[in-house]
């Protein structure tokens, strides 16, 4: 074998393992849409109702919670679940849920997240925080996550608690993270493929549903990917709709944050 032809093959061989251990064209939380477990029902159900996010994207920090209507909410992270806990949809509405549930890393399979070991802080990228959140059904799988990621090991309890602590700050760097890309690329989308009045008659109560009117309104048109989709919606639930304003704007914590 010449020398070009090894360079290549070792070349080659890194990237695969690249690809393979998730350090490279996808993400840690992801998997495919057939593995990922979708109990949520509608047009939305792909979709994280509380920030639009693709659910089998960000699927192993994944909550959900089971109302007793018999509802399903899935969420893309703990960070979403207790902002409708605390802040918006079951804001007061607690007895109303009769269980959460968190996906399992391992088996990719939903648990009870009252019975889950959760690892917080590892070096595995995080969803919605900069403080990593995975839970597991066992707790030697926990163990050893921590062993290879870092991190401390919990329960939902002192994971929710870390969240309500993120909270603030998580809130900053996700505004943050949309007002330098996807505010941008949404407005640009906005102006250049969107039928306006068509959009205002859009009639959605989460951003999860605003989403998925957008992709089969086709008010934006067609072939929109997940990407564009997401920053058309939060353009106009954010901005245009001034949401995002109306809830953290008078937040002096959020706000103490965003201005750093």
């Not at 401390?152 to 870390?162: K, L, P, Q, V």
């Not at 309500?164 to 909270?167: G, K, N, Q, S, V």
């Given at each position: 074998m010449?020398?070009?032809v090894?360079?290549?093959?070792?070349?080659?061989?890194?990237v695969?393992?690249?690809?393979?251990?998730g350090?490279?064209?996808?993400?840690?939380?992801?998997v495919?849409?057939?593995k990922?477990?979708?109990?949520?029902?509608g047009?939305?159900k792909?979709?994280?109702?509380?920030?639009?996010?693709?659910?089998?994207k960000?699927?192993?920090t994944?909550?959900?919670?089971?109302?007793?209507?018999?509802?399903?909410?899935?969420?893309?992270?703990?960070?979403?679940?207790?902002?409708?806990?605390e802040l918006?949809?079951?804001?007061?509405k607690?007895?109303?849920?009769?269980?959460?549930?968190?996906?399992?890393?391992?088996?990719?399979?939903?648990?009870?997240a009252?019975?889950?070991?959760?690892v917080?802080g590892?070096?595995?990228?995080?969803?919605?925080?900069?403080?990593s959140?995975?839970?597991?059904?066992?707790?030697?799988?926990?163990?050893?996550?921590?062993?290879?990621n870092?991190g401390?090991?919990?329960?939902?309890?002192?994971?929710?608690?870390?969240a309500?602590?993120?909270?603030a700050?998580?809130?900053?760097?996700?505004?943050?993270?949309?007002?330098?890309k996807?505010?941008k690329?949404?407005?640009k989308?906005?102006?250049?493929?969107?039928?306006?009045?068509?959009?205002?008659?859009?009639d959605?109560?989460?951003?999860?549903?605003?989403?998925?009117?957008?992709?089969?309104?086709?008010a934006?048109?067609?072939?929109?990917?997940?990407?564009?989709?997401?920053?058309?919606?939060l353009y106009?639930?954010?901005?245009?709709?001034d949401?995002f304003e109306?809830?953290?704007g008078?937040?002096?914590e959020?706000?103490?944050?965003?201005?750093?």
């Open positions: 010449n020398k070009t090894t360079v290549l093959a070792a070349a080659l061989f890194s695969s393992s690249l690809f393979a251990m350090g490279m064209g996808k993400m840690f939380q992801s495919s849409q057939e990922a477990q979708i109990m949520q029902k047009e939305s792909m979709y994280c109702p509380n920030c639009g996010m693709y659910l089998p960000f699927y192993k994944s909550h959900a919670a089971k109302l007793k209507n018999g509802e399903v909410r899935q969420y893309c992270s703990i960070y979403c679940l207790t902002e409708e806990m918006t949809t079951l804001r007061g607690k007895d109303r849920v009769e269980q959460i549930m968190v996906v399992d890393v391992p088996s990719l399979q939903y648990i009870d009252k019975k889950a070991y959760y917080v590892s070096k595995k990228k995080g969803t919605m925080t900069a403080n959140k995975y839970a597991f059904a066992q707790k030697e799988a926990a163990e050893q996550f921590a062993a290879q870092g401390a090991i919990t329960d939902f309890d002192g994971a929710y608690a870390a309500l602590d993120d909270f700050r998580d809130t900053a760097m996700v505004y943050k993270k949309r007002s330098s996807m505010y690329m949404g407005k989308l906005y102006n250049t493929k969107c039928d306006k009045a068509a959009i205002k008659r859009l959605a109560h989460t951003m999860g549903d605003m989403k998925a009117m957008i992709k089969t309104s086709k934006c048109g067609e072939n929109l990917n997940d990407m564009q989709l997401q920053g058309i919606m106009w639930w954010d901005v245009k709709l949401k109306k809830l953290y008078k937040n002096k959020v706000q103490k944050y965003i201005n750093k």
